[in-house]
Structure formats: structure tokens, C-alpha cells
């Protein structure tokens, strides 16, 4: 792939409120400076050169940004599709309006913790629930393709149920997207209060298990208790089965290098937001094909995908060693002992596969 | 599609390549896509509403080798299908 398809763009480092796990606020990616608009155009225009289809635009919060509307028509302009993620508090209907006329939109991203006010404030803060549900409302009647993001913490994991009661039923939404609080930024410092624990993504499991039975289709994961479930059922069965996986037992879990890139609010290019720190090149003057195709970072991270599982220290003797894909190169870690390893846990959690799987 | 018919590419589709030897047609308002080979690739960007299919056809023979005799049909075919996705206009 000459160019990647997809660039995320972390489009300004302001925000209205301070999650208690963001992962944004207090790493790398938390810059004393927002790009001017005018960079920002001048960087659209190198995405419609490159071909590139796909723009996902976060923050920080993208509407703390007072030229927001600015940017976004500048985009449209452009041949791209593009994806908004937001808090939906600072939405009203009149922002709603605005979205709604913009054709290249191809989704409103929300995150929303809970069905209910305590669990979505406990670490959002006081009144956000009532404002982000007033936000989603909003862009429901201009008809807007809404799309919510679940972040599961130890403070909002009991409240699953009446979550996903809420997101399906109330608001009538087709689906949501689940995901877990990442030991990362300003999580970091919270860390024992928020991140999840064993049983607490065991039980997560469980539920969400449930929740799969009931409401067939609808839930969505890409990390977090429910995606690391289907993951490690879906190895298990494999192994019982003696089925050979394609890139299975390869550091090969990390598809993102082959696809996408992301630039930070500063303008600096990396590998993926949760890679902040690895700065690939500056969007002010590099060329967006150059980094991508010679980056030596980016070339280390896609070289990922040779290293054998049962190449890795404490790896070795592992049951899925052949199957096993490893997990995000965020966080440095890899393989036995991280949030994606099953060995560990099963051994931390003291649970047999069977157990587990059935 | 006739051979003496001029197609024009639809204006505001991408297209991207992915690899050497294949490209996909995007269309960013509907975020469709439309896969194409090398020769679908050659006949996009030689389409320019002047040109006829048959002039298209000849440019094939002459830019590709052993191209099979058939080709005339393949090509109204494909072009065929491009029209009725709407990713291509008879001006
Ligand atoms: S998680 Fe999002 S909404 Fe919360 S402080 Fe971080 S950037 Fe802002
Ligand atoms: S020890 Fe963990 S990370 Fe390593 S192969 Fe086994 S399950 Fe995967």
C-alpha cells in the first residue's frame, strides 16, 4: 500500500472535561499547542493527493474547538470520508443542524459510560450524563448516524445491563461499541481505582456473554473484556481443533500499521494515538508518502508481524503459542503478562480453559 | 454499452491504489467501493468522454500484450456494469 488509507486526527488538544481514564491528557499526545486552521487546509489537501478515504477527527473534545465548524467544511471539500468522536455535552441542536449538512459525514462517534448518571459521571464528572444524553438527542432527530463507544471501568462495569438496556432500548440505537479503560495517560495515575481487575473482567465477561444472547448482533468490541472473549474463544477453538490460522503465533495483532496513521494536535505524525510518543514526522513539512512508505519506526512496528509467539520470553511453552496474535504494541509489553495474554489470565484469575470456554 | 458510446468518469470518485496491480474506485459520499484490475484501471484513466469504447479498445491492444480477441465484448461489459453502479456518465 503506497499511502495509508486512513489517518486519524487528533484535531485539538482542548477539552470541556477531565475523564479520570483518559488516555489522552497527560501522554505524549497532550501538546501545549492546537495547529492553526490554516495547516490543517494545507494538510487536507496532501490527504486528497494521497488518496487517502478514511479521516477520523478526535480531540481532546473536537467542539472545544471554536473553529470546528471551519475545519470540518474545509474537509468536506475534500474526497474523504470522515468520522466525528465526541462527548456530545457541548451538541445542541443547533451544532446537530450543522452536522447534519455535511455529506462526506459517515458517523458521530459518542462516548457515553452508562445508562445512568452515576456510573457515566463517576468518572466524566457531575452533570456530563444529562448533557451528552441532551447532545445525542439532538443529533437523533437530524438523523445523524450516531454510533456509541462504552468505555468499561471498575466504576461502571456493575451498570452493564441496564447500559446496554438504555443504548438499545431508550435511545433505540442498532448497536454499541465496548471497550475497557487503558492503564495509559491520565488512567495511569488513577490506575487502582478505575482499570478493571480480574474479577471484574471476569464478571464483564459473563455479562457480556449474556448480553450477546440476548441482543444478538448488536454489541461491538475491538478491545476490552468482550473483544479479548471472542478472541481467546475463537483461539481455543482453533487449537481443539488443530486449525491452522492465518498470521496466527506472529506478533501480527496490530493491523493498524498497514492501514493507518494519525497526527497529533500539534501536527506531529505517529503510528496511532495510542502511540503518541513515537513522532514519525511533522505534518508542516513532510510529506505524508514519504513517512508512511520510509518511516524506520513505522517499518519496526510492521516487523512486529515476524516474531514468532514462541519467540518471546515467557511465551515458549504456551498451549496457544501457535494461535496467539499477541496484543497492542501500546504500553510496551508483549506477549505472557499483558491485558491480551489468555495464559496469564487464567493462571492470575485462577480459572481453567474450560471454564472459560466451554 | 455501444462502441461508438464516449463514457466519462464520474466526477469526485477516488481512485486509490492499493497494491501494484489493482486500485479500488471510492465514492466519499456514499463510501462505496468498486475494486479494479489493471486493465479496468487503464480504462479509467484513458476515459474522457471523447474517446469511443472502440478507440478505448484499441488503446488496450496497444498498451497490454496478448490481448484476446473477445476483448470488445469484455470491455462493453465492464463498462456496462460501471454504468449501472452510476460511476460513469455517456455526456
Ligand atoms: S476522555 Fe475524551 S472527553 Fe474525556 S477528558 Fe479525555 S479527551 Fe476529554
Ligand atoms: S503466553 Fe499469552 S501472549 Fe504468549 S502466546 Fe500464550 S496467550 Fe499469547
Redesign the pocket.
Known amino acids: 500500500m503506497s499511502t495509508p488509507r486512513a489517518v486519524d486526527l487528533v484535531i485539538t488538544n482542548q477539552c470541556n472535561l477531565r475523564c479520570r481514564y483518559c488516555y489522552h491528557f497527560e501522554s505524549a499526545g497532550d501538546v501545549a499547542r492546537d495547529l492553526p486552521r490554516g495547516e490543517w487546509s494545507r494538510f487536507f489537501r496532501q490527504l486528497e493527493r494521497h488518496a487517502v478515504l478514511e479521516v477520523s477527527l478526535t480531540g481532546g473534545e473536537p467542539f472545544a474547538r471554536p473553529d470546528l465548524p471551519e475545519i470540518l467544511q474545509d474537509l468536506s471539500r475534500h474526497p474523504v470520508r470522515f468520522t466525528l468522536y465526541t462527548n456530545a455535552t457541548l451538541v445542541g441542536p443547533e451544532e446537530a443542524g450543522f452536522l447534519a449538512g455535511l455529506r462526506r459525514l459517515r458517523a458521530v462517534q459518542v462516548s457515553l459510560d452508562a445508562g445512568n448518571a452515576a456510573g457515566h459521571d463517576a468518572c466524566r464528572g457531575a452533570g456530563s450524563f444529562e448533557r451528552a444524553v441532551r447532545g445525542i438527542r439532538a443529533m437523533q432527530e437530524r438523523g445523524l448516524p450516531l454510533s456509541l463507544q462504552v468505555t468499561l471501568h471498575r466504576l461502571n462495569a456493575g451498570d452493564l445491563e441496564q447500559t446496554a438496556e438504555f443504548v438499545l432500548e431508550d435511545l433505540g440505537l442498532p448497536s454499541f461499541q465496548l471497550n475497557s479503560a487503558y492503564d495509559m495517560g491520565a488512567c495511569s495515575r488513577h490506575r487502582e481505582q478505575i482499570c478493571l481487575g480480574l474479577d471484574e473482567r471476569r464478571a464483564a465477561m459473563a455479562t457480556l456473554e449474556d448480553l450477546e444472547r440476548r441482543h444478538p448482533g448488536r454489541l461491538r468490541a475491538s478491545a476490552g473484556p468482550l473483544a479479548q472473549l471472542r478472541r481467546w474463544t475463537a483461539m481455543e477453538r482453533a487449537r481443539r481443533n488443530c486449525e491452522v490460522w492465518p498470521q496466527g503465533g506472529f506478533l501480527s495483532a496490530c493491523g493498524g500499521v498497514f492501514r493507518k496513521l494519525a497526527v497529533r494536535a500539534d501536527g506531529a505524525i505517529i503510528p496511532c494515538n495510542q502511540l503518541s510518543e513515537r513522532v514519525l514526522g511533522w505534518i508542516q513539512h513532510d510529506d505524508l508518502r514519504e513517512v508512511w512508505q520510509q518511516s524506520p519506526e513505522l517499518a519496526r512496528l510492521r516487523h512486529r508481524q515476524e516474531t514468532r509467539?514462541q519467540d518471546?520470553p515467557?511465551?515458549r511453552d504456551?498451549s496457544?503459542?501457535a494461535w496467539?496474535t499477541?496484543?497492542c504494541p501500546a504500553g510496551g509489553a508483549e506477549?505472557?503478562g499483558?491485558e491480551?495474554?489468555?495464559?496469564?489470565f487464567l493462571e492470575q484469575g485462577g480459572l481453567s480453559i474450560d471454564q472459560l470456554v466451554p | 454499452m455501444l462502441l461508438d458510446a464516449r463514457p466519462l468518469p464520474r466526477a469526485g470518485l477516488v481512485l486509490r491504489r492499493e497494491h501494484d496491480d489493482w486500485a479500488v474506485l471510492f465514492d466519499p459520499d456514499t463510501g462505496s467501493g468498486f475494486g479494479l484490475d489493471p486493465v479496468g484501471i487503464f480504462l479509467w484513466e484513458n476515459m474522457d468522454g471523447r474517446r469511443t469504447v472502440a478507440d478505448l479498445v484499441e488503446a488496450l491492444r496497444e498498451h497490454f500484450a496478448e490481448v484476446p480477441s473477445q476483448v470488445a465484448d469484455e470491455v462493453q461489459g465492464f463498462l456496462q456494469s460501471l454504468q449501472e453502479r452510476g460511476l460513469i456518465q455517456l455526456p
Open positions: 509467539m518471546l515467557g511465551c504456551c496457544w503459542a496467539c499477541g496484543g506477549g505472557f499483558t491480551d495474554c489468555l495464559r496469564a
